[in-house]
């Protein structure tokens, strides 16, 4: 009587790609919470902290005017003088985690 | 390149960070009756009930206490015929809205007038993957169905749909059910939330406690499927109390990150607060949010580290679980002022195993409904 029932298991959700076009997730927000002086995602019954990089990359690499995160990444590349091959190893890490807590989808 | 989670509040400050989130409990009303609610045994009845200006009032004061978001709860929220009226209000003052609900008195129309209100998020409890087992844990015949129905409406509507799943021991084996039909609805986040032993859930435990080995099936089938699941839907799950080592971080920390407002109006720091005697609570009558956030006796009372008694104040994780849950502690060890017993170094841990036993070992299905 104690066994669980099966799950029907999906194919793992792959990582964040820089051919993607990301979104904030319904029901999350970029805000700014002038109190506490800090910008946050703000999403049900959570909010994320970013801090000044992490807010760089979802301005250059979220929302339906980015062409996608390749192009976030183009621009973040220029903006920081970086080579890009760094910016972006950093920057698919960063929107795969935001992905993975929920914050942003495909 | 980081992010961090938010640690607003600074241990024992006299001036405390400001909470996250305000939890209004508008009402007690609600036309489940499921036997593990964790409103009071005695309930606020409507009589009784805040009327619109003053929630809103207090909502106001919310924002001015420097909460974030508010989450209307109950009872049933949709109960409340003012509810679009008191979202619309939260949206003005700047709070990010949240909907705690059993989803059976929703329907499209009202969704879309609440998100037109600025709601952002819904949150729906399920009482099983089935409706035969759902509806007779909620008391309430074509509820499972109707939940299911408003669930889609939010996702189609797109607002943010959490399904809150309750796990017993009358439902426990079909976790991976409740996982693949959150998935199946489109829920951005799913709280796999093991019973919790208070209020009405603490009269009912011997008829609730899932054994050991249900626990060690669920427990190992969620593990194994946590990564398959990242990216898919966020999983908010947590051991249950009485079979884990170490005691949950209770509200983020006593008075560190939530007030909760009762019907009436009653000021506490977590909704199971007024259990423990001697504890002195003030209402949205006496003061402001801000005054009782800083000061009020009840916050005050067990807020950082202070109060703690040995063997929390020599701990190593004494800012990180906060000495556990203050109403457990009353509940399982007599006295608030106790280390949560779920810890293995309480004195009481021991006592914790013997009454999970006891209680899991009891057979039958015979809970006492939640009655108003």
């Not at chain 1, 099966?6 to 319904?26: F, H, K, M, V, Y």
């Not at chain 1, 807010?55 to 976030?72: S, W």
């Not at chain 2, 003005?92 to 499209?108: E, F, H, R």
């Not at chain 2, 959150?182 to 093991?194: K, P, S, V």
Request: hydrophobic share 45%; net charge negative.
């Amino acid at each position: 009587m104690n066994a669980v029932t099966p799950a029907i298991a999906p194919d793992p959700a792959p990582a964040i790609a820089e051919t993607d076009r990301l979104r904030l997730a319904p029901g999350v927000m970029l805000r700014n919470d002038r109190r506490r002086d800090q910008w946050m995602l703000m999403g049900p019954e959570r909010l994320l902290v970013l801090d000044d990089m992490a807010l760089a990359v979802v301005r250059a690499c979220v929302g339906p005017e980015v062409a996608d995160v390749g192009a976030g990444i183009d621009r973040l590349t220029v903006e920081y003088d970086a080579a890009r091959a760094e910016v972006a190893a950093d920057v698919l890490e960063l929107l795969t985690d935001l992905r993975n807590k929920g914050y942003l989808v495909r | 390149m980081s992010c961090a989670l938010p640690a607003f509040a600074a241990a024992d400050a006299a001036e405390p960070a400001p909470p996250f989130a305000v939890l209004m409990e508008l009402t007690h009303r609600c036309p489940l009756r499921c036997p593990y609610c964790s409103n009071p045994v005695a309930l606020d009845p409507a009589s009784a009930e805040l009327d619109t200006a003053t929630w809103k009032r207090v909502l106001d004061e919310a924002a001015d206490v420097g909460a974030l978001q508010v989450h209307f709860s109950g009872g049933e929220p949709c109960v409340r015929k003012d509810l679009e009226e008191l979202v619309a209000h939260a949206t003005d003052a700047g709070l990010y809205s949240n909907l705690i609900t059993s989803a059976v008195l929703l329907d499209p129309p009202r969704l879309a007038r609440l998100q037109a209100a600025g709601l952002q998020h819904v949150q729906i409890s399920l009482q099983d993957s089935e409706a035969a087992g759902a509806d007779r844990v909620g008391g309430f015949r074509g509820g499972h169905a109707k939940k299911l129905e408003v669930a889609r409406a939010v996702v189609a509507q797109g607002l943010a749909l959490t399904i809150n799943a309750v796990l017993h021991r009358h439902n426990i084996e079909r976790v991976n059910d409740v996982i693949d039909l959150a998935l199946d609805l489109g829920a951005g986040r799913i709280e796999i939330a093991n019973v919790q032993y208070y209020g009405w859930a603490l009269a009912n435990r011997a008829a609730l406690m899932p054994s050991r080995e249900q626990l060690l099936a669920m427990d190992a089938a969620v593990r194994a499927r946590l990564p398959e699941l990242a990216g898919r839907i966020v999983v908010d799950y947590v051991v249950p109390d009485y079979y884990a080592r170490r005691p949950k971080s209770c509200m983020g920390g006593w008075a560190r990150r939530f007030m909760n407002i009762n019907p009436r109006g009653r000021v506490l720091p977590c909704h199971a607060a007024e259990t423990i005697p001697g504890l002195e609570f003030e209402t949205v009558h006496d003061r402001s949010l801000s005054a009782i956030w800083r000061d009020g006796p009840a916050f005050v009372r067990y807020r950082g580290t202070h109060w703690m008694p040995e063997p929390c104040q020599s701990c190593d994780h004494k800012e990180e679980d906060w000495g556990g849950c203050r109403c457990q502690a009353l509940a399982l060890a007599g006295s608030a002022d106790d280390a949560d017993p779920v810890c293995e170094r309480s004195p009481f841990h021991a006592e914790v195993a013997e009454v999970r036993d006891r209680d899991a070992a009891a057979l039958g299905t015979d809970w006492t409904y939640r009655g108003l």
